[in-house]
């Protein structure tokens, strides 16, 4: 892709390795937290944007593999939660995010958007209506912008917004767990596990019932794999959902009208997205992993070569080895051998160009 915007791009995408800027995400403040989970052995402690929890546990690989067989947690309780309440609630969010969510069924899970007025991707959000209340998860620090914005668009709605960050944690049951919650436990069940809203003054005796406990390197992996984009990794201020997947997903297309519909639908009927979402195999013989933000190039140019994208989150998985997702420019030819900062990668369509 050249230099010069696209006709379908909601602004001028002219240099596809600024991951983060002022405005964006991944560059919001986050307060300073830490579990008390990292008092378990062996516990060390993650870095941004997953302060506050454990990286791993002493063994990253055996944690993945508990979780995937079906067993242990993950620590989430650093993410931030808000909730809604009022008997126009889903009816009101409705018309604020991208999905469908004016009929929503208790228990049942789904994610939804925030756009900007430009369809850049502000917020995204993992919800569920237990009957009287919509229960919602976000990145950590995002609390406050998220809950002024609902405050902000109020109006005449019965509806109530809390930030519930200080007294209720996020939990992951891998798929397979038959570990039982508790009767004061609010779960969003996914296809890969489930997402548990707690009191706060119940993670240690949590822990302590459903071990053994995975870190968040583990879980992070396995979202790579399961190429599953993160606001603030996979995203920078100008993404939009096209270009990680998130058509579908998070965005309803039969939907009445919400803000950044307009470039939603102009890039689904007339156009493509400037950039996508692609899955890396990184070589192995590198010891150090790419770091996010770090530029993604065609191999054959070499290290020098024209920029072409940027690196969003590696990780390394216990089957696969190191991998990765990368945003690179639309054009890229698929079946190209990548630089991934300076790491050989070869790569797998996640975003079809």
Not at 144 to 152: I, K, Q, R, V
Request: charged fraction near 25%; aromatic fraction near 6%.
């Amino acid at each position: 892709m050249s230099s010069e915007p696209s006709p379908t791009s909601p602004d001028s995408p002219d240099s596809p390795d600024s991951p983060d800027s002022p405005d964006s995400p991944a560059a919001a403040a986050v307060p300073v937290y830490a579990s008390p989970l990292l008092a378990l052995p062996g516990a060390v402690a993650a870095d941004a944007p997953d302060a506050g929890v454990a990286a791993h546990y002493g063994d990253l690989f055996r944690e993945q593999r508990t979780l995937e067989h079906g067993d242990g947690f993950v620590d989430l309780s650093h993410r931030d939660v808000v909730t809604v309440t009022g008997e126009d609630r889903l009816t009101w969010l409705h018309l604020l995010l991208t999905q469908h969510v004016s009929e929503l069924p208790p228990g049942r899970a789904t994610e939804a958007l925030i756009l900007s007025a430009k369809g850049h991707v502000e917020h995204a959000l993992y919800l569920v209506d237990d009957g009287a209340t919509t229960w919602m998860h976000t990145e950590p620090g995002r609390a406050a912008a998220l809950t002024g914005y609902l405050e902000s668009m109020k109006f005449f709605y019965r509806v109530e917004i809390a930030d519930r960050t200080a007294d209720c944690a996020v939990v992951f049951l891998p798929a397979g767990s038959i570990a039982e919650p508790g009767p004061d436990a609010v779960v969003r069940e996914t296809a890969w596990g489930r997402e548990v809203f707690l009191p706060r003054t119940r993670l240690e005796e949590f822990a302590a019932a459903h071990g053994p406990a995975a870190g968040v390197l583990a879980f992070e992996a396995l979202r790579v794999a399961g190429h599953r984009p993160r606001l603030g990794r996979e995203t920078d201020h100008r993404t939009i959902p096209h270009e990680l997947g998130w058509i579908g997903s998070a965005v309803h297309l039969d939907k009445g009208c919400y803000r950044g519909q307009e470039t939603v639908a102009r890039v689904q009927n007339l156009g493509k997205p400037p950039r996508r979402l692609v899955f890396l195999h990184l070589d192995g013989s590198e010891v150090k992993l790419p770091e996010h933000g770090d530029p993604v190039r065609l191999a054959a140019d070499g290290p020098e070569g024209r920029v072409l994208g940027f690196v969003t989150t590696a990780a390394r998985h216990h089957e696969l080895g190191p991998i990765a997702l990368a945003l690179v420019k639309r054009n890229v030819p698929e079946d190209a051998e990548l630089l991934a900062g300076p790491t050989v990668a070869a790569q797998e369509t996640v975003v079809a160009p």
